[in-house]
């Protein structure tokens, strides 16, 4: 830009003095014309002497007596040089290799005539701080309810009581709402909201709005761009991206899929597809694995296969992924759990039929297969289809709710323990035309005062674990 400039300058410069120089050899005539002529002069030195507008101008500027007295040499001198720079200026254009020889001379000359110790002391710029860096990493509870509310409350909000205790209200929710997940996790963390389209949104848990105990809290629509029927499914936190640290999915029509946590490394506003789905097809359950765990897949058709988690290699995290297990026309999965032998199989029918079975009743199979029996399908004109499974244990409570939002709450103890491929006994009365659409675990306020005192335990031994090792360090 600077050598441009310069160019155009002496351009312009050397087209007045080509003016001057023609004046200089017709001085008398020109002199003559300026005294004889009152408002046209310039016009009749372009025509006369083919001068352009400017050069005219430059040469009706200047004083007669200075006019007179142009030294001819020192025009020339002028002139010519002028044409050096003017080529130099060219060349330069021309060539980038000169070009940067150039501004390389120039900057060595800098650095040579200012090239001392630096004065002041360069400092992070607040600009660069995360809005994490502000927030203070605490425990804390985020329950999520049926019908879409989130909240963020202290861990200690729970504090730990006797049995026999009656308890603290955790939550007002609206008629018909119950909390249906409540996750330990910490402000920093990172909560996973998976959708029945086959989406994860992602948000950090601080970025939920602190609550008290009894709030009912904010709809998960003000968080999550969340599409018109689009539920959320399962919300699993997780600290790092990590490789060694897996998801199970499965679809509706029977598809399961394991993809590592690092594959989830990306947030968009939008949304991030976990799951490849079809047409008509939806994501019905996600869970965390530990490694070892058998996954059993639960239709509604009473149809069940159990495998080993092993059996599902890990895929990308837009893949379809394979079958788990092999569906009539007519059935559909409606559930997934990670099992252990000592758990128990709950299964409830859309009119209110319900049993226990034990884990180790069902036997582990290939994935892939069509599963074995886990509800007497002949007896469904009864007791309707299956319409949700759970692990439960003596201590659960289930909740039960109708086509018309009723919700009903019953103690899993009370649920008879029955075979595997049994009908089931009645633990709900409705009318004909209510049915059970699904069927929620009720989460214990002393399974969560657990998860506080040991993430409050793990956070001291890790704080303990870190002083020790800098101690060590600093002896040696």
């Not at 890990?314 to 297990?325: D, H, K, N």
Request: glycine share 6%; aromatic share 4%.
């Amino acid at each position: 830009r600077r050598t441009k400039f310069d160019l155009n300058k002496a351009e312009a410069r050397a087209h007045i003095l080509e003016g001057l120089r023609i004046a200089l050899d017709n001085i008398d005539e020109i002199i003559k014309i300026i005294r004889s002529s009152y408002n046209d002069a310039r016009e009749k030195l372009m025509d006369r002497f083919g001068l352009s507008e400017i050069q005219a101008q430059a040469i009706l500027d200047m004083r007669l007596a200075r006019l007179q007295g142009l030294e001819r040499e020192k025009i020339e001198n002028e002139y010519a040089e002028l044409q050096k720079k003017i080529a130099y200026y060219k060349s330069l254009l021309a060539d980038e290799k000169l070009l940067m020889g150039v501004i390389k001379d120039e900057l060595l000359e800098i650095k040579e005539k200012y090239g001392d110790e630096r004065r002041t002391r360069i400092v992070k710029d607040i600009n660069d701080m995360d809005e994490e860096d502000l927030i203070e990493e605490k425990q804390v509870a985020i329950t999520l309810t049926h019908l879409g509310y989130l909240k963020r409350i202290p861990a200690d909000t729970y504090k730990t009581q006797k049995r026999g205790g009656k308890g603290i209200t955790g939550l007002t929710t609206r008629e018909n709402d119950f909390v249906s997940d409540l996750i330990m996790t910490s402000t920093h963390d990172n909560l996973m909201f998976f959708t029945n389209t086959g989406k994860v949104h992602r948000i950090k848990a601080y970025e939920i709005p602190e609550a008290t105990r009894t709030a009912r809290g904010t709809p998960a629509i003000n968080f999550l761009n969340l599409m018109q029927r689009e539920r959320i499914t399962a919300v699993i936190p997780f600290r790092d991206f990590r490789d060694d640290k897996y998801l199970m999915a499965v679809t509706k029509d029977g598809t399961i899929k394991k993809t590592a946590i690092s594959q989830f490394d990306t947030n968009r506003k939008t949304g991030l597809i976990a799951i490849n789905l079809k047409d008509g097809d939806e994501l019905v359950d996600i869970k965390q694995t530990s490694g070892d765990d058998n996954v059993i897949i639960i239709t509604k058709n009473g149809k069940c296969i159990c495998f080993s988690e092993d059996d599902v290699r890990p895929m990308g995290r837009i893949a379809g992924g394979v079958r788990a297990i092999k569906l009539e026309d007519d059935d559909e999965v409606i559930s997934m759990e990670l099992v252990q032998p000592h758990e128990e199989l709950l299964v409830v029918t859309s009119k209110g039929y319900g049993k226990r079975t034990p884990v180790k009743d069902y036997k582990i199979q290939a994935r892939g297969g069509k599963g074995l029996l886990t509800y007497d399908k002949s007896k469904f004109n009864k007791t309707g289809e299956l319409v949700g499974a759970l692990v439960v244990d003596d201590e659960d409570e289930v909740l039960l709710i109708n086509s018309e939002g009723t919700i009903i709450r019953i103690a899993a103890a009370d649920i008879s323990k029955l075979g595997r491929a049994t009908q089931g006994v009645k633990i709900m009365r409705a009318d004909d035309d209510v049915n059970i659409i699904s069927i929620a675990k009720v989460i214990r306020e002393d399974e969560h005062e657990m998860d506080v005192k040991l993430a409050m335990k793990k956070k001291a031994e890790k704080k303990k674990e870190k002083e020790e090792s800098e101690q060590t360090k600093m002896k040696l």
